[in-house]
């Protein structure tokens, strides 16, 4: 029997990374196959992956047309952004690519979307404070329960590898 499948966004950097590592662990790579996705599957982060077991795919979230094939037969789903982005994009260009994400998972029928959330800081400032990729991010979460797709919030506020 084959196992079920986790699509794991952004799978070398710090967040999916993280999460590869874990299910790449002794106590669960009985339980999951790992799909490791990343914008460069060439990369040597990338063949580390495989190495340690994990199938490797590209997915770029500033290109649409490459999610749906990354999340393709998956029963789950770990989806993240990266807010460096920002500059580049808009302000709330990771509610675009968020959306995109839980949209094509739910066309994919995936069964359950962990989302890498934040809190809604000009909702819950009553808008005194604007912080866009806070919000962004909150309003993917928000998408996704008006689209009806089983899902989970992670709120990751900071890491000590960031020092």
């Known amino acids: 029997m084959s196992l079920p499948i986790i699509a794991i966004v952004g799978a070398t950097g710090t967040q999916g990374g993280s999460v590869v590592n874990a299910l790449l662990s002794d106590e669960f790579k009985t339980r999951w196959a790992v799909r ?92 005194k404070y604007s912080v866009p990729f806070f919000t962004a991010k909150a309003r993917v979460a928000a998408y996704t329960r008006a689209i009806g797709l089983p899902s989970t919030y992670v709120h990751a506020g900071f890491y000590m590898s960031n020092f």
Request: aromatic share 8%.
């Open 36 to 127: 490791a996705l990343t914008r460069n599957p060439d990369s040597d982060a990338a063949k580390a992956l495989v190495a340690r077991g994990a199938t490797v795919a590209k997915i770029d979230l500033n290109d649409p047309s490459t999610i749906a094939p990354a999340f393709a037969g998956a029963a789950a789903v770990f989806a993240v952004t990266n807010v460096f982005g920002l500059a580049a994009h808009g302000p709330y260009f990771e509610e675009v690519q968020g959306n995109a994400m839980a949209d094509a998972a739910k066309a994919a029928g995936v069964r359950h979307f962990v989302w890498s959330t934040l809190a809604d800081v000009e909702r819950m400032s009553g808008g």
